[in-house]
Every structure is written in C-alpha cells, then in structure tokens.
C-alpha cells in the first residue's frame, strides 16, 4: 500500500540554524500539506501547496518558513532560523484532492537547542 | 472558519469495556469529519471518515462514529475495548468547499485501555 514517507525521523539543531524537512507523498496525489504538533498540544496546520503554489497557509507560517517541491517527488519544509518554539513533530501529508482523505507521513521531531 | 472540541483529554477504560469518546465542532460551512488514531512513537493514521450518505460510519476495527448535523457531534464508540487499542484519538474537520482542504484538528483524547 502506498504511503507517505519523511525524513529524517529525528532532527536536532541549534537555535539559528537552517533546517530542511523532507517528504515523499504519494505519487498520483496533488494536494500537499504540512502539520505540527507540538508536544502536548493539538496538530496545526501550517500550509497547503497545489500546482507548485501554496493554496493556503496559517498565521504561524510566517516569514521563516518556506515550502518547495524540487522534483516532482519530494516536498520540503525548510526553516531558515530556528526557534526553540519550533521544536515539534511535524507532519507531512498528501491527498488526491477528490476523497478528501489526508494520508499522513510518521512525521520529523525537530529538537530545537 | 472550524474549531473541534474533544472535551476528554483522558479516558481510561478497562478491556473489554465499551467506550464512546466526544467530538464536537462548530463552522460557518458544511464539513467532512474525520477521526484519525495515533499510536505511541507512530503518526496520525485515518480511523474512519463521514462524507456523504449515512451518518454511521464503520472502521475495520469496529470503531464506528455517528454524524449528527443537529448537535454538531461526531462521538466515536466501540462496543469492545482491547489493550491494543490503546492510543490518542483526534477528531478532525475540513470543509466542503475550498480548495486547500486543510484539516482542523480537535485536541485528542487519551484512551487507555486497563487490563
């Protein structure tokens, strides 16, 4: 069965530096997404990407972050100067657009230091 | 815009019990609603879903969720609880209309299921 996958399970970084999540949704899905889920606290939405655009994204995606699909296969979530507010687990997810259905990936826990 | 209120953060409950855990939502919109599990160390998988059509919905498990448009609630239930369905349960909407379909995610409830 088709699933979505991520990497690197684990990323821990110091406060300031650059980081880059990474995602492979499943391969005829067109809708992409990414969650976090701080620890405790509900799973938030971040941001939708369609046709190589964001369709929507939340107000704690500001500046900071950035989405990209690079290849046709992967999708990224970078954060260009980590917080100690973003440690987390986020979730990358895709969907075919039509069910509705939102298949989520194991996620990446971002240790923030 | 939504909001899901799951109003057990814990609910603990010995096995073979049954158990109903609480979802309620409130949108401008008509929704699609959604329970997805999450295992210890594991990400969100899809339990069940409600679309269309009848408002009782099944998973392979036997988890089954009823939609009721008028109380705006979708309660998950299992007549018969094992250890191994030991997990946090979040309840989760999204709208009809939109393009991005970003789900909204209610903030999960604990079961623990006690031998």
């Known amino acids: 069965e088709p699933e979505v996958t991520q990497t690197p399970s684990h990323q821990v970084t110091q406060m300031g530096q650059e980081v880059i999540l990474r995602c492979v949704p499943i391969?005829?899905?067109?809708?992409f997404y990414w969650y976090r889920q701080i620890l405790g606290q509900k799973v938030e939405f971040l941001v939708s990407f369609y046709n190589n655009e964001i369709s929507e994204k939340s107000e704690i995606f500001d500046d900071q972050f950035s989405v990209e699909r690079p290849d046709g296969s992967n999708f990224t979530l970078k954060i260009r100067s980590t917080k100690l507010e973003d440690s987390a687990m986020y979730f990358c997810a895709s969907t075919t657009g039509f069910t509705d259905t939102q298949y989520f990936g194991p996620g990446t826990r971002l240790t923030v230091l | 815009a939504q909001s899901v209120t799951q109003l057990d953060s814990q609910v603990p409950v010995f096995e073979e019990a049954p158990v109903e855990l609480r979802c309620n939502y409130s949108s401008s919109v008509s929704v699609y609603l959604f329970w997805y599990v999450q295992y210890p160390n594991q990400g969100l998988q899809l339990l069940l879903k409600?679309?269309?059509?009848?408002?009782l919905v099944e998973s392979i498990n036997g988890f089954e969720a009823e939609f009721n448009k008028s109380q705006t609630s979708f309660h998950l239930r299992k007549p018969s609880v094992h250890i191994s369905d030991t997990a946090e349960y979040f309840c989760?909407?999204?709208?009809?209309?939109?393009?991005?379909?970003?789900?909204?995610f209610g903030s999960g409830t604990q079961l623990t299921v006690l031998p």
């Open positions: 409600y679309l269309s059509g009848s408002t």
């Open positions: 989760a909407v999204t709208p009809l209309q939109g393009s991005a379909r970003q789900l909204t």
């Open positions: 391969s005829n899905h067109l809708y």
